[in-house]
Structures are given as C-alpha cells and as structure tokens.
C-alpha cells in the first residue's frame, strides 16, 4: 500500500483549484516514493473529490507527469566516436545521456537487470588509458557499431543502489530494490564453457562495464543483475566498496598462490600493486619489496607494509633491469625473490619479474599492455623452472567473498589503511560529477594514485 501521508495541501488542477490550494484542508491518502527521485507517486486517494467538487486526483497525477519529463536525460562521463573521435581528442566527455529505463516488453533481458543509482565510481588504470586513447580502442569502435549507436558511457567500478528491479532479479538472484551492491565489471554470459565450469572470469562473450557495453559513470545506469554483489555500508565504507573491482583483482592474484613465508616482489605500485602489498603480507610473506618509478606510490607502499622498496628509473630497454636484479639478489641472499606479482605490464617489467624470480619460483602476470613483447633468452623461464600464472578479473564470487571478508575484518587494518593512505580519507580524492572539468581532472589523477568520483 505504500506510506501514508496524512497532510496535503492539494486541489485537482483545475486552475481555480490551483490557485486556492493553500486554502484546502489537508487530505488523507496514500503514496510511495519514486524509486528514482524520491518524489511522491500517489497511489489511492481517499477523497477524491476537492472541495469545489472537481475530481481530485488531477493535481496529483500532474505531479508525476512533471516528474517522467524533468527525468529524461542525465548527466554522464563519455566518449563519442563521431562527436570527439579517438584521434581527435582525450579524456572523458561529459555530455547529457538518455535516461536508462527498464522495459521489459520492449527489451526481454531486463526482467534480469536493474537500475542503479550510483553513489560512487572509481578511476582506474584502464579508464586512464581510455582518457588518453591508449587502450581498447578496436573494442570500443566495433562494439559501438553493433549497437548501432556512437556514444560509449564510461567507467566500471561502482557502488550504488538498486532503485528498480526487473521481474525476476530477485527470484534469481535475491536482490531487491533499496539494497546497496558493487558488481563486477564482467558481465559474462553464464552459458559458454567456462562459465558453467565456474571459470567466469574467462567467458567467451563477456561484455566490460564501460568499454563493450555502456559503463557507470552517470547517476544513473542500467546493469545486468547477475554479477552484483549486496554490500553492507556497517562492514564497508561506501567509498571503498566501490572500489572492490581493483581490490578484487588483487585479491585473485595473491590466490593463484601460497604466501605463507615467501619473499614477494610486487611490481608496480599503483592501486591494484597497493592492494597487493596489503594482502601479501596479510596472507604472511615475510619480506615484500614494492618496486615503482614513482616515489610517491613508494612512500604508499611502505605505508601499506611493504619492507623494502626499489625506485626504477624510466627506461626504453625492453631488457631486465641489472639495478634492479642486484638490489633483489641482496635483500634475498643471493636467491631471488620466490613470488614476483607482475602488475605494471611493460615489456621490461615482464622481464623484470622473469629475472628477480628464483629458480622454481612463482610469476603472477597481471599488469596488461597492448602489443608484442621480447623475452630474450625465455629459455631460462623454462630452465628455471619458473611457473607463470596469467590473471585476469575476478573468480566470481569466490574473489568477492574472500574482498569482504579480507576488508570486513577491523584487526587486520586493511580497510582503514585503504582510507587512510590509498584514499586519504577522502581528501581531495573524491570529486562530484557536477564539477567534473578534463583540468581538474588531468591534475587530480596526476596528484592521486586513486580518485573516486561522487554522484
Ligand atoms: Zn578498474
Ligand atoms: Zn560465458
């Protein structure tokens, strides 16, 4: 039935009634909030006649026909392969979007989707490469013209709330309208090979929030329901559940292998690197050295446990190291490290992680870069005895189960040194849609490792 709402000041819409309504007694009826704007859907009313015997529900109805047309488009950070072009321009392009709506005649899968509003999105290093069209340019282009469209909506790390529902997401999936969730950013397609052997994270037809599909970073945006996961804001900050996506990646590579009293090296150090350093030790290395180009994402590191920490200058060579390898061998006694979690991607960082490694040691390849690599003498991969393991996504849900319960968990420190160093608190890092300019933009990124955007 809704709530009930004992006071309206109302009149039926005639103009006199308009015009007088101040005058009317209250009337008592019943309505519910509009899952969008929070505004008042009537849904009975108990008197429907107004007092100069107009039918009342005409002021009513009036309220709800202002509302669909003040709710047609929305704010959102895009690309447009016609208006801006990949040559042609950088960044993200906030323009006004279509406001998503659920119509389950005209489109049957959205008996399966929902309708978001989201509160906060992260910034990744992959939307980075998208602002500087470095990335994903082919998949962008060819999945824009299968739609048939030229606008591609960014961004997918997101925490938001369920506003609607279609008709069977909560049969399928227990999710209800009200309920705050993250999501993974794969929407995978749960019939292929991999995904009915639990192997989702590899789906043949997977479609990524913001690159293949239409992403989140708009207030509001329609998603497929069956990779959303209910989050709990008294377990984790909002903030930091929108962050789950890259915490996630992490938390998948440090599970690839077994970190109790392992010498780790973690390759670059930007967030998802961060992350790793956090859980590495969580998960009992004993001596983790961070390596970056970058002091700053150094200082974060050894803020976040790292024990020692390797500055690399820029270099061209595709080779390893010889600075790098000698400043390892050192702090391993003369062995090499016994886990490298490559999460850079450049071709030196790969060798980087081949050469540090020791003989039967263990390689996590995450960092991803377009293009050819050279891997001189990869016999020695071989000869080493190296085991490589490629990573990518998620486990869905394994990964997310073991994220809340690593974050949920206030003896660990982990969630509050996210906050605090990776975030820093909140200070400067989390910028409102409604002030979103490419500058300010281009110089937050450049000042923080993270930066959340706020809806
Ligand atoms: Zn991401
Ligand atoms: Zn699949």
Redesign the pocket.
Known sequence: MGEEFSVLQGGCGKQACLRRRAEYPAQKFYGQRHAITGRLVVLFVLRTTCPELHEGQFYLRLIYDNLKKTMNSISALTYDVKEDGWETSTGFIKREVTMPALDEKANPKDVLAVLLEIQYA?V????RGIWNRQVFKELIHQTLERENKSTRILG??FVGRVVEAGSQVENLYGIRVGDNVSGD?HVTCGRCFQCRVGEEEVCQDQAILGISTDGIFSKYAKISAKNLWQVDFSRIRPEICAML??FG?AVHSCSKVELRGKRVAVLGCGPIGMFTVLLARAFGAVKIVAVDILEANLNTAKELGAHEVVLLRKRDDIEADPGLLQRIRELTYDKGVDVTFEMAGPNASVNNALAITRGGGEVVLFGLKDGDFVIPEFKDAIVKGLTLYGVIGRQIFQTWQTSQRMLSDKTNGIQEKVWKHILKEGRDTIIPLDSYSKELFEQKMAEHAKILIKF
Do not use: A, F, L, M
């Open positions: 992260g990744c290093g992959t939307d997918h790390e950013s996506d890259p990646n």
